[in-house]
């Protein structure tokens, strides 16, 4: 999922670094020519928070706790009610090992080698929020980092790496329903006071919705239109039919992407989009670094997104005039705070530079919270685990989590239409030998994968990645309908669907199931239309 960072920490396992894998499956970072990880924990697929803490209670207990960087930069009093909740007997290795589905001796040797490993870091990505319990477990991970004083520093920290390119400049922007650029939230007066005199509007101090509500209402005939720009939520979102019968109920779609994706067959207008190689700005990755992006060539649509966007607002009666991606980048300086020093004069200059770049930090920030936390005092918060209503029984014995493989790129659409296709010419269902024969299932077999919300058909692979189970399988192909078995449970604070956890069964099959038929039709009449 992230070859690039995954190359950099493997020359570093090389130089001698250790390395802690916590994955259901066992991946290449695992054991790979010339690395290996010192340990892998395959936890059971929904377990991650409980993981977490019997690990915070190994560090209480065996007093791992840097108590200087305690003293000096936590809540003492928030600090006292965690360490009393990790030390309860319930959180010990012994007592959830069964649980999480690995022994107690691997989780002790795992708190140990973190907590004394002098510069340790936790770095994460998707398999640690696409839960119910998402943000409770980063929560739980900045608890323990705090614990043992592995934050403020090089070389440490909780790390997330971002499923996407740009993801993180698109939330520094207020892609969030609830927050304005610079995570400064819609309900602050004086924030909103500030974008109301730069663009002559008034606006409302209620978050918006996430997509999960816009698609419930759109179902409901509340939701009405969508604008949506480089996302096929038809393909990539869970629970495909619901996703479906929102687009196929709304008024108004309109798609711009590179392809005409899944989700632009379900479009009123479609608006053709740039590549990179396309594009003047800036990216912005996951260490905050903003980097200049410059067009190798002229878009093809003839036109830039953003000027695509502006054209719209300009229709829809709401005047936007920008002259120039740079006179954007001002406005953002402008209008928020951690970029009030960023310009492409002075990315130019300095090549990239990580917020906060203001008056306090003229040349960036390369490490946050050195010598305090922007709240101040580091909160401890208590990671009370929830399970999530996802669970494996005698219908759906099961558990599916989903993710991607090296060769393909999220839903595939760009990565498709490469050579890489030969490497992964259909998705396929990862499958534990044990469970496999139990089900009279072989290598290469078509297998229906039934969910309460629905059955695919795909080929299995059996395969020792996995253990006794669970199984898994990618999102790549649109025909395979991966997320038409997929839930509509998501975490308690973001709305991050809950890829990771799906209860299913799994048994031969002879042919392809119903929505794939039905997705196969719907293609080919479709086909039949376009030019």
């Known amino acids: 999922a992230h070859p690039v960072f995954a190359s950099q920490m493997k020359r570093r396992l090389r130089e001698g670094a250790k390395l802690i894998v916590v994955d259901p499956r066992r991946t290449d970072l695992v054991r790979s020519p010339h690395t290996e990880a010192d340990l892998h924990l395959p936890l059971r697929p929904g377990t991650n928070v409980v993981l977490m803490n019997a690990v915070a209670h190994v560090i209480v207990t065996e007093g791992l706790l840097d108590d200087d960087f305690i003293e000096s930069r936590c809540d003492i009093v928030s600090f006292r009610e965690w360490t009393e909740f990790a030390a309860r007997t319930e959180h010990a290795p012994e007592a959830v090992a069964d649980e999480i589905g690995v022994d107690a001796g691997t989780i002790r040797a795992a708190a140990r080698l973190y907590a004394s490993g002098g510069n340790a870091a936790i770095y994460y990505g998707l398999g640690g929020t696409e839960h119910s319990q998402g943000s409770t477990m980063v929560m739980a991970m900045a608890n323990i980092a705090m614990a043992t004083g592995n934050i403020g520093r ?56 996430r997509i999960p509500n816009m698609l419930d209402r759109a179902v409901g005939g509340e939701f009405k239109g969508i604008y949506i720009q480089g996302e096929d939520i038809a393909q990539s979102d869970p629970n495909t039919k619901h996703v479906e019968a929102a687009l196929a109920n709304m008024d108004c779609v309109v798609v711009q992407d590179l392809f005409r994706n899944e989700t632009a067959k379900f479009a009123h207008v479609f608006l053709p989009g740039t590549s990179f190689l396309e594009k003047d700005g800036t990216f912005i990755n996951a260490e905050r670094r903003i980097n ?26 709401y005047p936007m005039d920008y002259a120039s991606e740079s006179e ?66 005698r219908k759906f014995p099961l558990l599916l989590t989903t993710g991607r493989i090296l060769s393909q790129y999220n ?77 509509e449970l998501s975490d308690w604070a973001t709305n991050c669907p809950e890829y990771k956890v799906t209860a299913v069964e799994v048994r031969p099959a002879a042919h392809r199931s119903e929505w794939q038929e039905g997705f196969h039709e719907r293609a080919a009449r479709q086909s039949r239309l376009l030019p």
């Open 154 to 209: 090089f070389g440490v920290g909780v790390n997330p790496l971002r499923g996407q390119n740009n993801v993180q400049g698109s939330c520094d922007m207020g892609s969030f329903p609830h927050e304005l650029p610079g995570y400064r939230p819609v309900g602050d007066d004086a924030v909103r006071a500030t974008f109301d005199r730069a663009w002559g509007v008034t606006l409302h101090d209620e978050p918006g919705w």
């Open 292 to 317: 200049r992006v410059r067009p190798v060539s002229k878009p093809l649509t003839g036109m830039p997104e953003w000027r695509v966007t502006q054209a719209l607002a300009n229709a829809l009666g």
């Open 328 to 393: 954007i980048m001002d406005e953002i300086a402008e209008l928020t705070p951690t970029f009030a020093g960023v310009s492409f004069d002075f990315l130019d200059e300095h090549g990239s530079v990580q917020w906060p770049c203001n008056e306090d930090a003229p040349e960036g920030t390369p490490i946050m919270h050195i010598d305090e936390f922007v709240r101040g005092k580091g909160q401890f918060i208590l990671p009370e685990y929830q399970p999530t209503e996802e669970r494996a029984n």
């Open 411 to 487: 839903v595939g659409a760009q990565t498709r239409r490469t050579d890489n296709i030969e490497w992964l010419r259909q998705d396929v269902l990862q499958i534990h030998a044990s469970d496999a024969e139990l089900r009279g299932i072989r290598d290469g077999d078509l297998v229906a994968v039934q969910s309460r919300m629905g059955e695919i058909t795909l080929p299995a692979e059996i395969s020792e990645r996995v253990a006794p189970g669970v199984v898994y399988t990618t999102f790549h192909h649109p025909d395979t309908g991966t997320n038409v078995i997929t839930t």
